[in-house]
């Protein structure tokens, strides 16, 4: 019997070979927000090595929206012209090619992770890592030492939302087949999410149903834009983990909304509203985050993906199996290991995955007999 792990996942009118996910893993490796050959080979491993879906990493809808100067952009059709290629490649060797469309909001303009991942410095700025004017909710930074955002007045939400619309409308000529609204880690969507970084008294602030306002324009304006066969994902940070922060109970409430507007997986991360790391403020341990999943995918009604510390196979066919989630998005093990699919099928012992490409599968074979002859 074929693992539920390997099994196919018909989402609208598309169909995944199987329902392994490479997660949005942000390199900040971009020029100018323009992908490169190192992109490509990157997320191209990843389609070779058997995900049924690949997310290229937060990418920007608008130059201000960059987490870094680093990151990946969409805010031109040269942009999404550059990322095309790899859309191709990544369907050409089996995978959905999946776009996660981010702004970044008060956490923007902030130093690569291996510079920092703080505020800007001097240094940084020596090396030609400028900081640019930045928007969140309110004109309160994230921390002390941060750049302050630009409170957003109505004119600049509308701009971002027709950014995201347009961010959409370019990966779909890309070719990308799912598209994802980020709305989790700390990021402008988050920002007004969260009352910890929504202070606002206006419409898109105060109760719930102000601070979701902003996250649901934007998700039915990509919706709208986003052809009605392809999937849509939202990625939410299930919770703060902070004190005051946004609780698990308004992720449950948020998802019931959002399916109603027509998105089709609740992405279950959390965090990143205090601190640059996304889920730094939350405990952790193997599959922290599947409790979200499973709750939002029992109580809204709605799929889940399910992404955290989840390490092989076994582990990750229990989450399934159990109910919990209905995708599983692997992110750091995929790193050191983009052939995770494949050796998550061979633990699980699922022969009908066990075809390599081509151009290793005659290599593997021959070793296979080598060893088989050093063993008798």
């Given at each position: 019997?074929?693992?539920?792990?390997?099994?196919?996942?018909?989402?609208?009118n598309v169909t995944?070979?199987?329902?392994?996910?490479?997660?949005?893993?942000c390199?900040y490796?971009?020029?100018?927000?323009?992908v490169?050959?190192?992109?490509?080979?990157h997320?191209?491993?990843?389609?070779?090595?058997?995900?049924?879906?690949?997310?290229?990493e937060?990418?920007?809808?608008?130059?201000?929206?960059?987490?870094?100067?680093?990151?990946?952009?969409?805010?031109?059709?040269?942009?999404?012209?550059?990322?095309?290629?790899?859309?191709?490649f990544?369907?050409?060797?089996?995978?959905l090619?999946?776009?996660?469309?981010?702004?970044?909001g008060?956490?923007?303009?902030?130093?690569?992770?291996?510079?920092?991942?703080?505020?800007?410095?001097?240094?940084?700025?020596?090396?030609?890592?400028?900081?640019?004017?930045?928007?969140?909710?309110c004109?309160?930074?994230?921390?002390?030492?941060?750049?302050?955002?630009?409170?957003?007045?109505?004119?600049?939400?509308?701009t971002?939302?027709?950014?995201?619309?347009?961010?959409?409308?370019?990966g779909?000529?890309?070719?990308?087949?799912?598209?994802?609204?980020?709305?989790?880690?700390?990021y402008?969507?988050s920002?007004?999410?969260?009352?910890?970084?929504?202070?606002?008294?206006?419409?898109?602030?105060?109760?719930?149903?102000?601070?979701?306002?902003?996250?649901?324009?934007?998700?039915?304006?990509?919706?709208a834009?986003?052809?009605?066969?392809?999937?849509?994902?939202?990625?939410?940070?299930?919770?703060?983990?902070?004190?005051g922060?946004?609780?698990?109970?308004?992720?449950?409430?948020?998802?019931?909304?959002l399916?109603?507007?027509?998105?089709?997986?609740?992405?279950?991360?959390?965090?990143?509203?205090?601190?640059?790391?996304?889920?730094?403020?939350?405990?952790?341990?193997?599959?922290?985050?599947?409790?979200?999943?499973?709750?939002?995918?029992?109580?809204?009604?709605?799929?889940?993906?399910?992404?955290?510390?989840i390490?092989?196979?076994?582990?990750?066919?229990?989450?399934?199996?159990?109910?919990?989630?209905?995708?599983?998005?692997?992110?750091?093990?995929?790193?050191?290991?983009p052939?995770?699919?494949?050796?998550?099928?061979?633990?699980?012992?699922?022969?009908?995955?066990?075809?390599?490409?081509q151009?290793?599968?005659?290599?593997?074979?021959?070793?296979?007999?080598?060893?088989?002859?050093?063993?008798?």
């Amino acid at each position: 019997m074929t693992p539920m792990l390997f099994s196919p996942i018909q989402l609208r009118n598309v169909t995944a070979r199987n329902r392994v996910v490479m997660s949005p893993m942000c390199t900040y490796s971009a020029d100018n927000g323009m992908v490169s050959d190192w992109h490509f080979a990157h997320l191209g491993k990843f389609a070779l090595g058997g995900s049924g879906i690949v997310f290229v990493e937060a990418t920007a809808v608008e130059a201000r929206g960059r987490i870094t100067h680093g990151d990946v952009g969409i805010w031109s059709d040269a942009h999404g012209q550059a990322l095309g290629r790899i859309a191709v490649f990544l369907k050409a060797h089996g995978a959905l090619p999946a776009l996660q469309l981010a702004h970044a909001g008060r956490k923007a303009s902030m130093a690569r992770p291996w510079f920092g991942n703080s505020a800007l410095t001097a240094e940084d700025i020596a090396r030609g890592d400028t900081p640019w004017e930045i928007v969140g909710p309110c004109a309160e930074p994230m921390e002390s030492g941060w750049l302050c955002p630009k409170a957003m007045d109505r004119g600049d939400i509308d701009t971002v939302i027709k950014a995201f619309v347009a961010g959409a409308k370019r990966g779909l000529a890309a070719g990308f087949e799912i598209a994802e609204v980020h709305g989790a880690h700390g990021y402008l969507i988050s920002n007004f999410l969260s009352p910890i970084s929504n202070k606002r008294t206006d419409g898109y602030g105060g109760d719930l149903a102000g601070r979701m306002r902003f996250a649901l324009e934007v998700t039915e304006a990509v919706r709208a834009a986003w052809p009605a066969d392809k999937p849509l994902f939202f990625r939410a940070s299930s919770v703060d983990g902070v004190d005051g922060g946004w609780q698990l109970d308004d992720t449950v409430e948020l998802a019931r909304a959002l399916k109603a507007r027509g998105v089709d997986v609740i992405d279950c991360s959390s965090g990143g509203v205090a601190g640059s790391a996304t889920a730094g403020a939350v405990p952790r341990g193997l599959g922290f985050q599947v409790p979200y999943a499973a709750r939002v995918r029992r109580e809204a009604g709605v799929m889940t993906q399910a992404v955290g510390l989840i390490l092989d196979g076994p582990q990750a066919e229990a989450i399934l199996q159990a109910g919990d989630a209905d995708l599983i998005a692997i992110g750091r093990e995929a790193l050191v290991d983009p052939f995770w699919a494949r050796h998550a099928a061979k633990a699980l012992g699922d022969d009908s995955f066990a075809d390599w490409p081509q151009q290793y599968g005659w290599w593997l074979e021959r070793r296979a007999r080598v060893l088989a002859k050093m063993q008798r």
